[in-house]
């Protein structure tokens, strides 16, 4: 079991880690983008996934690690039952969500733009 306080320490161990609001929670963030949200009245935090690790991680420990519902389940976002979680799983959830948002997003290909030329 990881309490709230231990699931914060841990969290802003990370490098560049910082605290915020977010609604009703607290958001964790690195160069300004959210890694992981807590609720502390329930006990629960979030994580930011890419969709393979989220079906790694809720496959291999279903009771720490479920799926959002809904949109943001669909890009990662997991949620972590920290009353069934250990510091392991949280380490490893929050160092692999504070890497996914610090990773240079791949570039898009720019479309081109045709060029009208006089004949």
């Given at each position: 079991?990881?309490?709230?306080?231990?699931?914060?320490?841990?969290?802003?161990?990370?490098?560049?880690?910082?605290?915020?609001?977010?609604?009703?929670?607290?958001?964790?963030?690195?160069?300004?983008?959210?890694?992981?949200?807590?609720?502390?009245?329930?006990?629960?935090?979030?994580?930011?996934?890419?969709?393979?690790?989220?079906?790694?991680?809720?496959?291999?420990?279903?009771?720490?690690?479920?799926?959002?519902?809904?949109?943001?389940?669909?890009?990662?976002?997991?949620?972590?039952?920290?009353?069934?979680?250990?510091k392991?799983?949280?380490?490893?959830?929050?160092?692999?969500?504070?890497?996914?948002?610090?990773?240079?997003?791949?570039?898009r290909?720019?479309?081109?733009?045709?060029?009208?030329?006089?004949?």
């Amino acid at each position: 079991m990881i309490t709230v306080a231990a699931f914060r320490k841990l969290a802003l161990a990370l490098p560049n880690a910082s605290e915020g609001p977010h609604f009703e929670n607290t958001a964790f963030l690195v160069k300004g983008k959210i890694f992981a949200t807590l609720n502390e009245s329930v006990g629960r935090a979030v994580v930011k996934l890419l969709p393979e690790q989220q079906e790694v991680m809720t496959t291999a420990e279903p009771d720490i690690f479920q799926r959002v519902p809904n949109y943001w389940g669909n890009k990662g976002w997991t949620r972590m039952h920290l009353k069934k979680a250990d510091k392991r799983a949280v380490q490893s959830a929050l160092r692999t969500a504070s890497a996914n948002v610090m990773a240079p997003k791949p570039q898009r290909p720019r479309k081109k733009t045709a060029v009208k030329r006089d004949a």
